[in-house]
């Protein structure tokens, strides 16, 4: 099974930040890699998927990197509304998973 | 609209049995895998069971393998879990959601709460 981990568990920014999240695979994912962020006591919201492609309606500040084993998530300029927690997961192969999930903070 | 509703959720004893429902409308049900994701209380999300759009081919967390099972019924455009010897590290909102022919989940139910507790 591939495991997922993220770092940091949680980031402290401030508006206007840049920030980025990294997401490493314990075995190769190839581009096969989402992000989600999730507020509390919401479901998740997709942001991206296929490691790079931003979703449908989800602001141009989001973007995404990587393949293989290594991926990033970075917001270029943080809102008020980005503060959430950030999950990345794998769907190349079965079970899929989720990384542990980086909690970012308003500083 | 893409629409998903868990129900079925509730409070039941170690080793009890529950079977959530996931009514889902807007899309074309049969087409599309889908899956259950679960987030204990104050922990992240773990990715649980999926199944293909036809029901021919089911995938399990080791967690839950040989106690839980996926299923669907495409005429009533509806999926389950049907959960077996439940454990109080069960206990998590399970949510519901439909995945894209990739396989990343591109819309979410608002989720059902189970509750596994003597």
């Known amino acids: 099974d591939i495991q997922m981990t993220q770092s940091p568990s949680t980031l402290s920014a401030s508006v206007g930040d840049r920030v980025t999240i990294t997401c490493r695979a314990s075995?190769?994912?190839?581009?096969?890699l989402a992000w989600y962020q999730q507020k509390p006591e919401k479901a998740p919201k997709l942001l991206i998927y296929k490691a790079s492609s931003l979703e449908s309606g989800v602001p141009s500040r989001f973007s995404g990197s990587g393949s293989g084993t290594e991926f990033t998530l970075t917001i270029s300029s943080l809102q008020p509304d980005d503060f959430a927690t950030y999950y990345c997961q794998q769907y190349n192969s079965y079970p899929y998973s989720f990384g542990q999930g980086t909690k970012l903070e308003i500083k | 609209e893409v629409q998903l509703s868990e129900s079925g959720g509730g409070l039941v004893k170690p080793g009890g049995s529950l079977r959530l429902s996931c009514a889902a409308s807007g899309f074309t049900f049969s087409s599309y895998a889908m899956s259950w994701v679960r987030q204990a209380p104050g922990k992240g999300l773990e990715w649980v069971s999926g199944i293909s759009g036809s029901g021919d081919a089911t995938y399990y967390a080791d967690s839950v393998k040989g106690r839980f099972t996926i299923s669907r019924d495409n005429s009533k455009t509806t999926l389950y879990l049907q959960m077996n010897s439940l454990r109080v590290e069960d206990t998590a909102m399970y949510y519901c959601a439909k995945d894209r022919p990739q396989g990343n989940i591109d819309h979410w139910g608002r989720g059902a709460r189970v509750t596994v507790s003597s």
């Open positions: 075995q190769s994912v190839s581009k096969w």
